[in-house]
């Protein structure tokens, strides 16, 4: 007597899903890896950022999968709220500019770590008096001890706005590189089946 095709077609179908669940879940694992090691670990260039604090780094995560009737979601969340400032579309950028002053204050080398971190904000007691100049806040220390000076030292440079690029583009950068494991992950799940 033959199988009843609804009872078969049924049982492979339940047979298919935890194995693309699994797939998706994988997938989405690997691109987290490759996307904090290759996209936020090195020097800053075209495609990647400069680690300073790590934190948009430490915030991406592969997102948890979801099966909704027939569709199954995975990928990577980045949860930092500054993100979507650098990921983005290729070639397109973000202006910034400032909410609740005239000025956005850039830090200059002198109010950064040497991981490029600002050491603090231009009204904090750190640098000393301050005054302004053309543009730039001076102060009498770079925020340590070491870096009193009798001299005024440029802490800070104000901007009515700056624009960042985005570095990197989820389609080229992120979807581009896990598609063909993802697709040949998919191709041995049907062909076992």
Known sequence: MPKDPLKS?????????????KAVQDNSKRLWAH????????????????????????????????LEGSKVTGGIGFSARYAGVH?????S??????KNRKFLAIPLPAAKT??????????????GPTFISKGVIFGFS?????????????LFVLKRSVVVPRRVDPRTHL???????????????VKGA
């Open 35 to 66: 996307t904090v090691s290759r996209h936020l670990a090195g020097g800053t260039g075209t495609d990647r950022l400069a680690r300073r604090s790590g934190t948009l780094a430490r915030s991406t995560r592969p997102l948890s999968v979801t």
């Open 175 to 189: 979807l581009d590189w896990v598609k063909p494991a993802f697709i040949k992950d998919l191709s041995q799940i």
């Open 142 to 154: 770079g925020g340590t001890k070491q870096s009193e000076s009798s001299k005024p030292i440029p």
């Open 87 to 91: 990921i983005g579309p290729g070639g």
């Open 9 to 21: 077609l049924d049982q492979l179908i339940k047979g298919l899903v935890p194995k693309v669940v």
């Open 114 to 127: 040497a991981a490029g971190v600002p050491r603090g904000k231009p009204q904090d007691g750190i640098w």
């Open 93 to 98: 950028s973000v202006t910034i500019r400032p």
